[in-house]
T-cell receptor, first 109, second 115 residues
Framework: GIQVEQSPPDLILQEGANSTLRCNFS?????LQWFHQNPWGQLINLFY???GTKQNGRLSATTVATERYSLLYISSSQTTDSGVYFC???????????FGQGTRLTINP | NAGVMQNPRHLVRRRGQEARLRCSPM?????VYWYRQLPEEGLKFMVY????????ESGMPKERFSAEFPKEGPSILRIQQVVRGDSAAYFC?????????????FGPGTRLLVL
């Protein structure tokens, strides 16, 4: 199966800072999603982005499918952005998502 | 439009008891996936079901675990004779169609604690 590596594993920032989270895949994927798991454990869909660039408010994501990586950008961070960010992908022809280990983001006031 | 619903949200069982977790997919979704998250880890795939069919159970432990998605009613993940290592968060996701090209929408999870 595919391997998913996320970096950095931990990130501590001050409110207002910008951040970039990275996700590398060992093989081609045709389903790539980013999630935010908040401190209460809920998984929130951020982006479905197998290729290209999308933006939603202060968040944006870019996937370069040919190079097997995706980036999540968070601008003007707020304390409510704290939590763990996961990327997950499904290999072409498969349905099961393989998750990375996550990036734990802490935004201090 | 209600999202994926899971119940119970929290479940406490003693070793040897049975745990039964329920998942109702989003309206119009006929594909259900179960994932397990151990403490401080990412989610791991367990099983993928369509109505009345198990499509992929490659992530399910061979013993004590079973899943179903009947024609009527929610999907059920059943764990028999629970052990402490089964303590985890169990998430259900649903999607409208197969092919791996659709967003999977996740429920709030069931947190299972085995005493």
């Amino acid at each position: 199966g595919i391997q998913v590596e996320q970096s950095p594993p931990d990130l501590i920032l001050q409110e207002g800072a910008n951040s970039t989270l990275r996700c590398n895949f060992s093989d081609s994927v045709n389903n790539l999603q980013w999630f935010h798991q908040n401190p209460w454990g809920q998984l929130i869909n951020l982006f479905y982005i197998p290729s290209g660039t999308k933006q939603n408010g202060r968040l944006s994501a870019t996937t370069v499918a040919t190079e097997r990586y995706s980036l999540l950008y968070i601008s003007s961070s707020q304390t409510t952005d704290s939590g763990v960010y996961f990327c997950a992908g499904a290999r072409t022809g498969a349905q099961k998502l393989v998750f990375g280990q996550g990036t734990r983001l802490t935004i201090n006031p | 439009n209600a999202g994926v619903m899971q119940n119970p949200r929290h479940l406490v069982r003693r070793r040897g008891q049975e745990a039964r977790l329920r998942c109702s997919p989003m309206k119009g979704h006929s594909h259900v996936y179960w994932y397990r998250q151990l403490p401080e880890e990412g989610l791991k795939f367990m099983v993928y079901l369509q109505k009345e069919n198990i499509i992929d159970e490659s992530g399910m432990p061979k013993e004590r675990f079973s899943a179903e998605f009947p024609k009527e009613g929610p999907s059920i993940l059943r764990i028999q004779q629970v052990v402490r290592g089964d303590s985890a968060a169990y998430f259900c996701a649903s999607s409208p169609q197969t092919g791996g090209m659709e967003t999977q929408y996740f429920g709030p999870g069931t947190r299972l604690l085995v005493l």
